[in-house]
């Protein structure tokens, strides 16, 4: 399976509908977002590898446990660093930064191609990038919408922010609140079901 | 926040899956379950987000922080809710309700509960309360989402918005409707 492929016929999010909270809590500013996606990234690969290294040590019936109990550390740790390097950051990230241990996507993701399947590494890192992609590109739409504004990173003392929507232009503020998320991710996912529908047409044309 | 304030915030102003899109992905599913099914595992997680609350709070408060291990709270709060999501499956299958132990336990509703009363420094009683007023508030937006489910089958609805898109587009303006009570303003009500 391709990126593009991997990117918008069944994208993560709006195709299999998998960790959507994330996506619509910490998208309202760029920086978060991208940020919630690298570290989605970086915790399927250490997860995935993590319980492949003690996986055959238990029997199959406890492995969900052994795959949130994994996940967990890791978030622990990682909680751990960002409290005492990135405090500004670990506190944009707020109770969502825990709550990856029961995201449905990274668990999915690390089971992904478990059952033998030759590529596992590569789909589950290709998910990954597709869901980075998607909450990247959700977040900027709802900053640069919102606020006008497109933030790279903000640490403290160093803030990366390109102002994008200038006079006469006004920023619509209702993309950053919840209420706009939700409208957003509803038309965004119809959007995401009519190219695959035309994709699907177009294929069985030339096909036939 | 007074216990009645906690719970019409989380019920409605900052309704646990309209606001903090805790078990928002159930919305997702919902096209393949029966409704019934819903209000079975949303009664559940009432039971699971408010005992959860209790004893993560518990937990962080009468030991982590007496020994200076703050730093454990997700570890410790996510192996609680291993063990209660299964104790609570167990205690529901003797019932003959069976329901999937590991959407009890993969419900975001729950650990986030858990997370909002630690992030808030709540008493034990108001963990309480907040786990009982977001697992009402997640049964309230299930509710409200089957009611329009039921209501889109009989509207026309364009072809792309079919199902969970317009599902979500309504929420949004349920949610905007939630704004108009406000934080500030319960606060002065109920203290």
């Known amino acids: 399976m391709s990126f593009q492929e991997r990117m918008i016929v069944k994208n993560p999010v709006f195709s299999l509908g998998l960790g959507i909270g994330p996506v619509l809590a910490l998208s309202y500013r760029f920086d978060t977002a991208w940020v919630t996606g690298v570290l989605s990234l970086l915790l399927i690969l250490l997860g995935k590898g993590s319980v492949r290294l003690v996986k055959d040590a238990f029997p199959s019936a406890i492995l969900w446990y052994v795959r949130i109990t994994i996940l967990t550390f890791w978030i622990a740790l990682m909680e751990i660093v960002f409290e005492a390097y990135l405090p500004g950051l670990r506190d944009s990230l707020g109770i969502y930064l825990p709550l990856l241990a029961v995201n449905t996507f990274i668990l999915e993701a690390i089971v992904f191609g478990e059952q033998g399947d030759q590529n596992e590494w590569y789909g589950s890192l290709l998910l990954g990038l597709a869901y980075l992609g998607t909450i990247a590109f959700v977040g900027a739409f709802r900053e640069i919408v919102g606020s006008g504004t497109l933030t790279f990173i903000m640490l403290p003392g160093w803030t990366l922010r390109y102002v994008i929507l200038g006079k006469p232009l006004q920023p619509i503020r209702f993309f950053i609140l919840p209420a706009g998320g939700l409208i957003l991710y509803g038309y965004l996912k119809a959007g995401f079901r009519l190219m695959v529908i035309r994709a699907n047409r177009g294929r069985i044309e030339e096909e036939s | 926040m007074s216990y009645l304030g906690l719970l019409v915030t989380l019920l409605f102003a900052q309704n646990v899956m309209l606001y903090y899109f805790l078990g928002i992905d159930s919305v ?164």
């Open chain 2, 28 to 191: 997702e599913d919902m096209k393949d379950q029966p409704s019934r099914f819903f209000m079975q595992e949303g009664l559940a997680l009432i039971g699971v987000s408010s005992f959860s609350a209790v004893v993560i709070q518990s937990i962080h408060l009468f030991i982590l922080l007496p020994l200076g291990l703050p730093y454990l709270k997700t570890f410790s709060g996510i192996l609680i809710i291993l063990v209660i999501g299964k104790a609570t499956n167990s205690i529901l299958h003797r019932f003959r309700i069976s329901l999937n132990p590991w959407r009890l336990v993969v419900n975001s509703l729950v650990f986030g509960v858990s997370l909002l009363s630690l992030h808030g420094m709540y008493t034990l009683g108001e963990s309480f309360f907040a786990g009982l007023a977001a697992g009402l508030g997640y049964l309230l937006a299930l509710y409200l989402f089957d009611v329009l489910q039921e209501q889109f089958k009989r509207e026309w609805v364009p072809r792309g918005l079919e199902g969970v898109p317009i599902l979500l587009v309504s929420a949004g303006l349920i949610a905007m409707a939630f704004y108009a009570i406000d934080g500030a303003l319960l606060k002065r009500i109920f203290g």
